[in-house]
């Protein structure tokens, strides 16, 4: 274990698919993983941005195309899969100011955060072998799960209240994964992991001026920021763990265990959402 809270593992021969590792916390996660010795998958939007940043990862890298608003393209990633893979880093996200709506018709924010990554684990849960590790925020505690409404199709749309949700079934997504991990007797374990306050490009479109500007100031970089996620793949964490960092109101430093809401504790929230979830994507538990 480092001074950071992260363990240093051999990856060797392994296989981990970071999402979204063209930028940001998925790029320091990546390299990191690549760093361990692991092959990594970069599974993004964009293979030239992706291309061009998998220069800087160490070792074995490959970058596959993979669009999480876009569930033929999620299909396709699937179907083009066949080996074991360690390690599944769900990290692609989005923040958008205004309603958007994905490919299929979903609030952007709710799909790819949450719609997108359910999908792809599902489809790729076969060939999972080690853990799956969904980034969260702690923002989750400020979201609320409107199963009559997912896609913000008759409630007045806040970004903020609409991002919060989509973290928020990040975590039950995870939880609700892991339970169903367990009764089928898999090995596999599922976390979620809030990495802090980061200064990612993710939130250009999403915020002012000013408060990009406090970002830059008080946030940590992605590498600091990636720590959280390092820990849930790689750490002695449980399944159905949530981790985050240690200091500032779990906002910056070492990674750790942390807490999450009530609502994101609530058993039945997670299976409801899960159902509604297979409804939507039409992808059920690949187990």
Do not use: C
């Amino acid at each position: 274990m480092s001074s950071l809270g992260v363990v240093n593992p051999d990856l060797t021969g392994k296989t981990a698919i970071v999402t979204g590792a063209n930028s940001g916390i998925g790029l320091a996660t990546a390299k990191a993983l690549a760093g361990y010795g692991a092959r990594v998958v970069f599974a993004v939007r964009d293979t030239v941005k992706g291309r061009s940043a998998a220069v800087a990862a160490p070792g074995d890298v490959e970058v596959r195309h993979l669009d999480l608003a876009d569930l033929a393209s999620i299909r396709r990633f699937a179907a083009d899969w066949r080996e074991p893979i360690h390690l599944l880093i769900n990290n692609a996200g989005v923040s958008v100011p205004e309603l958007e709506r994905t490919v299929d018709g979903f609030e952007l924010q709710f799909g790819t955060n949450h719609l997108g990554p359910f999908a792809l684990t599902n489809l790729l849960l076969p060939y999972v072998t080690g853990r799956v590790v969904t980034l969260a925020s702690q923002s989750e505690r400020m979201g609320r799960i409107n199963l009559d409404d997912l896609n913000w199709e008759r409630t007045a749309y806040k970004q903020s209240s609409a991002y919060a949700t989509s973290k928020l079934a990040n975590v039950l997504f995870s939880s609700e994964l892991q339970r169903r991990l367990n009764a089928a007797g898999s090995s596999v374990l599922a976390v979620a992991a809030h990495p802090g306050l980061v200064a990612t490009n993710m939130y250009d479109r999403s915020t002012g001026l000013g408060t990009r500007l406090m970002l830059r100031l008080l946030a940590q970089d992605p590498e600091e920021g990636a720590l959280p996620v390092l820990y849930a793949a790689t750490g002695d964490v449980p399944g159905d763990g949530f981790t985050g960092p240690e200091h500032w109101m779990h906002m910056r430093g070492g990674a750790e265990l942390i807490s999450r809401s009530k609502t994101a504790r609530d058993a039945d929230i997670a299976r409801q959402l899960w159902d509604a979830s297979e409804k939507l994507t039409g992808v059920s538990f690949g187990l």
